[in-house]
T-cell receptor, first 113, second 116 residues
Framework: NAGVTQTPKFQVLKTGQSMTLQCAQD?????MYWYRQDPGMGLRLIYY???????DKGEVPNGYNVSRLNKREFSLRLESAAPSQTSVYFC????????????FGQGTRLTVV | QQQVKQSPQSLIVQKGGISIINCAYE??????FPWYQQFPGKGPALLIA?????SEKKEGRFTISFNKSAKQFSLHIMDSQPGDSATYFC???????????????FGQGTILTVHP
């Protein structure tokens, strides 16, 4: 019962470096989301994918790109990391139907120096 | 633009006390209101949820109260225990249909500490 798996768990980047955060779910959900969590700001939506082959911007998309590789995998890419992107990143897989439930991964703690 | 406002930002209660966390929303299209619980180093997990056709939902020591006219809802934790110490997020989701269907909007979170 893996649920939602995120890699890596921790990462330190230098300003200007790039990296890709990986996310995979085994619950056969259509929708997947990327959030960032910052103190006092709650969970803010970066990008989401309502179904395989579609992606849309969320509340804070600047500086990020995403790829919905297939139904299971949804990756988040930082092309040129900035200190403002220091955060904890969560991927979530979302159930369909009227009672939406988000299943979150364990998170990636990213520090940009 | 914060569509779901949560308060307080942090809360300290004694063991056995009542913890109350409040949320307010603006978007009348919201139709589903879950609460998530997050322990340190973990992702949030669904705790309890309510729809606006009822004013209260109780599951064990956790109760959601909902006031549709005021566009407010709250989480009450009765007989709070040290194991309840966590961050709590309220959230809201639109009703079925439309491009935003299923998209959860979260509040800012409340860090709850329950002292033994």
């Amino acid at each position: 019962n893996a649920g939602v798996t995120q890699t890596p768990k921790f990462q330190v980047l230098k300003t200007g470096q790039s990296m890709t955060l990986q996310c995979a779910q085994d619950m056969n959900h259509n929708s997947m989301y990327w959030y960032r969590q910052d103190p006092g700001m709650g969970l803010r939506l970066i990008y989401y994918s309502a179904s395989e082959g579609t992606t849309d911007k969320g509340e804070v998309p600047n500086g990020y790109n995403v790829s919905r590789l297939n139904k299971r995998e949804f990756s988040l890419r930082l092309e040129s990391a900035a200190p403002s992107q220091t955060s904890v990143y969560f991927c979530a897989s979302i159930t369909g139907g009227a009672n939406t439930e988000a299943f979150f991964g364990q998170g990636t703690r990213l520090t940009v120096v | 633009q914060q569509q779901v406002k949560q308060s307080p930002q942090s809360l300290i209660v004694q063991k056995g006390g009542i913890s109350i966390i409040n949320c307010a929303y603006e978007n009348t299209a919201f139709d589903y209101f879950p609460w998530y619980q997050q322990f340190p180093g973990k992702g949030p997990a669904l705790l309890i949820a309510i729809r606006p056709d009822v004013s209260e939902k109780k599951e064990g020591r956790f109760t959601i109260s909902f006031n549709k006219s005021a566009k407010q809802f709250s989480l009450h934790i009765m007989d709070s225990q040290p194991g309840d110490s966590a961050t709590y997020f309220c959230a809201a989701s639109p009703h079925p249909g439309g491009t935003s269907y299923g998209k959860l909007t979260f509040g800012q979170g409340t860090i709850l500490t329950v002292h033994p």
